[in-house]
């Protein structure tokens, strides 16, 4: 870690305040993270619900535009959380890398291990787009329940 702040080194960081930078970058890295889980969660919860509440009659026309009101409503909400959701793995990509330049800045990685992966195939993988090609999917699907509803 680098010094106290001296007259002869005025660029140096306290050691305290290095301890609380890191412990804030490694707060808000977990608060993504819970947060991309609750909100997927909530998601499931709403489109299964919002599925299950769909009449099972469509020869009613009211129940046809019940049936089309609900389907469009889930596409909305299905969009809306995709776009949140590539939001998210924005945030923690730059979470992720505010608090790689603190390790690397005070030099400490050999305490806290790797905080990016490196290269190779492990790192390749898409782990941190599971959540958006969850909700591209289920909005392709959405879509096309809603397209073969209305050619109906």
């Known amino acids: 870690m680098s010094p106290t702040p001296t007259a002869h080194d005025p660029l140096a960081v306290d050691p305290a305040l290095a301890i609380?930078?890191?412990?804030?970058?490694?707060e808000n890295v977990r608060h993504i993270r819970n947060e991309r889980i609750w909100y997927g969660n909530i998601y499931v919860a709403v489109i299964a619900g919002g599925l299950a509440s769909l009449?099972?009659?469509?020869?009613?026309?009211?129940?046809?535009?019940?049936?089309t009101i609900v389907l469009v409503v889930l596409l909305l909400f299905s969009l809306a959380s995709l776009l949140s959701s590539i939001r998210l793995v924005a945030e923690l990509r730059q979470g992720l890398r505010n608090l790689h330049r603190v390790v690397e800045q005070q030099k400490i990685g050999h305490l806290t291990g790797p905080?990016?992966?490196?290269?190779?195939?492990?790192?390749s993988l898409p782990v941190r787009w599971v959540f958006p090609i969850f909700y591209a999917s289920t909005t392709a699907s959405l879509a096309a329940l809603l397209i073969q509803h209305l050619r109906r």
């Open 20 to 26: 609380a930078v890191y412990e804030q970058a490694c």
């Open 55 to 67: 009449p099972r009659d469509l020869a009613d026309a009211q129940n046809r535009r019940l049936a």
């Open 115 to 123: 905080v990016m992966l490196g290269h190779g195939v492990t790192s």
